[in-house]
T-cell receptor
Framework: RKEVEQDPGPFNVPEGATVAFNCTYSNSASQSFFWYRQDCRKEPKLLMSVYSSGNEDGRFTAQLNRASQYISLLIRDSKLSDSATYLCVVRPLSGGYNKLIFGAGTRLAVHP | DAMVIQNPRYQVTQFGKPVTLSCSQTLNHNVMYWYQQKSSQAPKLLFHYYDKDFNNEADTPDNFQSRRPNTSFCFLDIRSPGLGDAAMYLC?????????????FGDGTRLSIL
């Protein structure tokens, strides 16, 4: 079983749609969680951290369910510029300082 | 201004010919990482430096080596590149002075093997 699992997609949605991505992680002792965005042939960029109480940044909302080892990302009012791959990222408790485990990503394509 | 800089952006080398990729940072972060990412796959951590301490991942091939001469620079050496080493190589940094810090990535070097 992979340490971080995501639905690869692609999710094809029209502009203005709401779309949700899910992610599960296997290490129950994991302590930090992030969503990164990666454009085609570019580097990953931090989108947002994920906090236990859930957090929102504009059109983006992240949720964490530690009991189910599940993370989600909700994008409201999708824009063409949201088209990218979204990487779920987990920091395990052990395994090197600030080591991060990346999921393979979920592709989002927003069309007019 | 770019804070994690990788050179070159694109590198072509011949099968078996050693190649070095470079990374520099202006963030003064004490942790630097090298990842390998192949198409449609997650970035795979090869190794990281915590200050001068080198930490190799268990499944990183011996073909991959790294050097960190100072805080700002880190190099990835591939001693004898094979066709399977063609990938995007990503350098990242983070601060170990506070917990739960994200990593900051450079633009990556795309390596092709002829």
């Amino acid at each position: 079983r992979k340490e971080v699992e995501q639905d690869p997609g692609p999710f094809n949605v029209p502009e203005g749609a709401t779309v949700a991505f899910n992610c599960t992680y296997s290490n129950s002792a994991s302590q930090s969680f992030f969503w990164y965005r990666q454009d085609c042939r570019k580097e990953p960029k931090l989108l947002m951290s994920v906090y236990s109480s859930g957090n929102e940044d504009g059109r983006f909302t992240a949720q964490l369910n530690r009991a189910s080892q599940y993370i989600s990302l909700l994008i409201r009012d999708s824009k063409l510029s949201d088209s990218a791959t979204y990487l779920c990222v987990v920091r395990p408790l052990s395994g090197g300082y600030n080591k991060l485990i990346f999921g393979a990503g979920t592709r989002l394509a927003v069309h007019p | 201004d770019a804070m994690v800089i990788q050179n070159p952006r694109y590198q072509v080398t011949q099968f078996g010919k050693p190649v070095t990729l470079s990374c520099s940072q202006t963030l003064n972060h004490n942790v630097m990482y090298w990842y390998q990412q192949k198409s449609s796959q997650a970035p795979k951590l090869l190794f990281h430096y915590y200050d001068k301490d080198f930490n190799n991942e268990a499944d990183t091939p011996d073909n991959f080596q790294s050097r960190r001469p100072n805080t700002s620079f880190c190099f990835l050496d591939i001693r004898s590149p094979g066709l399977g080493d063609a990938a995007m190589y990503l350098c990242a940094t983070s601060s170990a002075r506070a917990v739960n810090q994200p990593q900051h990535f450079g633009d990556g070097t795309r390596l092709s093997i002829l």
